[in-house]
């Protein structure tokens, strides 16, 4: 794989049959492969992480008393009340580089967190499919968003939507 990926990259660890991959998540991607060696898990995977990624959102931003908890949202939060404190109200406002990755993390640790839910939901199953580790890395990216005058779960997850 070239040094410069510029799409978002899918890695999964002991997931269903397959031990460990790395996919770039360009707009072709194909699948090679023996026979009942989890290329259809894996495509579904990423058809549903696609497909239904405002349901998965909504799922691993459920439980907002503990994601408030965190120091990953801890910093988020602090990155927007700069915002919101330092800038007119309604102004576009983009994220740099390294506020993205802290808004990546977060989605990240959720995502890990509550991947049986996911996984449950995106393969209609009770858990009779196991992943031990997911995780996401977006490239060429940004986050435009007009700040309001108070941040809260819901509106972290709208911008991680944006991702």
Request: hydrophobic share 40%.
């Amino acid at each position: 794989m070239s040094e410069n990926i510029k799409y978002p990259t899918l890695y999964v660890k002991n997931f269903a049959k397959i031990k460990e991959a790395k996919i770039e998540l360009s707009p072709f991607t194909l699948f090679i492969g023996d026979n009942n060696s989890g290329k259809s898990y894996l495509m579904t995977l990423v058809y549903g992480l696609m497909r239904y990624i405002e349901k998965i959102i909504n799922i691993i931003f459920e439980d907002e008393k503990n994601i408030e908890e965190l120091d990953e949202y801890k910093k988020l939060k602090s990155i927007i009340e700069n915002y919101i404190n330092n800038l007119d109200f309604d102004k576009e406002v983009e994220l740099s580089f390294e506020e993205i990755d802290i808004f990546i993390e977060l989605f990240n640790l959720l995502l890990n967190k509550h991947s049986n839910e996911v996984i449950n939901y995106i393969f209609n199953s009770d858990n009779e499919i196991k992943l031990e580790n997911i995780k996401l890395e977006f490239y060429d990216r940004e986050i435009k968003f007009r700040v309001k005058k108070k941040m809260n779960v819901k509106m972290m997850k709208n911008i991680i939507y944006l991702l």
